[in-house]
């Protein structure tokens, strides 16, 4: 059974920072490209970074030059570092990953966290 586990959440300051991790635990053979989304009140599910086992990223335009993504490979852990949050960034953080079960499996399956809150505010 395949899990992946987000923490970090939490309040934060305007202006602050924090930092998210989602760790992939269970059986399975390797991961491909690791992301995290966000879903606010009312509003669609969006992307907000993506980044590929080789380390390259993408970002929403609405966060890019303030938060950063990074993954761990050895750990199988994929982070967000969110710096000067703003109120318009509060939502639930969703993390992504794409999980190949084994080595005999031809294909890579989506798996999602549970969610972690998120509130920017003073």
């Known amino acids: 059974q395949v899990q992946l586990v987000e923490s970090g959440g939490g309040l934060v300051q305007p202006g602050g920072s924090l930092r998210l991790s989602c760790a992939a635990s269970?059986?399975?053979?390797?991961?491909?490209?690791m992301a995290w989304y966000r879903q606010a009140p009312g509003k669609q599910r969006e992307l907000v970074a993506g980044?590929?086992?080789?380390?390259?990223?993408n970002y929403a335009e609405s966060v890019k030059g303030r938060f950063a993504i990074s993954r761990d490979n050895a750990k199988n852990t994929v982070y967000l570092q969110m710096n000067n949050p703003r109120p318009e960034d509060t939502a639930v953080y969703y993390c992504?990953?794409?999980?190949?079960?084994?080595?005999?499996?031809?294909?890579?399956?989506?798996?999602w966290g549970q969610g972690t809150q998120v509130t920017v505010s003073s």
């Open positions: 980044v590929t086992t080789g380390g390259s990223t």
């Open positions: 269970g059986s399975f053979h390797s991961i491909l490209d």
């Open positions: 992504y990953a794409q999980i190949k079960i084994s080595s005999g499996a031809s294909y890579y399956v989506g798996y």
